[in-house]
Nanobody, 126 residues
Framework: QVQLVQSGGGSVQAGGSLRLSCAAS????????MAWFRQAPGKEREGVAV????????VYADSVKGRFTISRDNAKNTVYLQMNSLKPEDTAMYYC???????????????????WGQGTQVTVSS
């Protein structure tokens, strides 16, 4: 049974920073890619960032490039999302995701991912 348990998030003013964590159990995070997605009210879920299992290669949505950083600690089976220079439009519920197998294509498409965390709210005020 794969479980992804998220922590972090909260409320911050524009320009601030937050870090999200996602701890995996029943799943070896070092063997498959992991990702972060977000969903704002009334909008579809969108991909934020993906990190590969072995090389640490990353992909980011254009909207977060240069501000967000995805990383992983395979020894702790945990993936992180460091969010800097936050903007009000970053306000959303954030979800971590995992999948079996290799790198998906396209990587930021939600239906390519099998396992989801419980979600954590990020609210950025102006």
């Amino acid at each position: 049974q794969v479980q992804l348990v998220q922590s972090g998030g909260g409320s911050v003013q524009a320009g601030g920073s937050l870090r999200l964590s996602c701890a995996a159990s029943g799943y070896t995070s070092g063997s498959s890619p992991m990702a972060w997605f977000r969903q704002a009210p009334g909008k579809e879920r969108e991909g934020v960032a993906v990190i590969s299992s072995s090389t640490g290669s990353t992909v980011y949505a254009d909207s977060v490039k240069g501000r967000f950083t995805i990383s992983r600690d395979n020894a702790k089976n945990t993936v992180y999302l460091q969010m800097n220079s936050l903007k009000p439009e970053d306000t959303a519920m954030y979800y971590c995701a995992a999948r079996s197998g290799g790198w998906p294509w396209p990587p930021l498409q939600p239906n390519k991912w099998s396992y989801w965390g419980q979600g954590t709210q990020v609210t950025v005020s102006s």
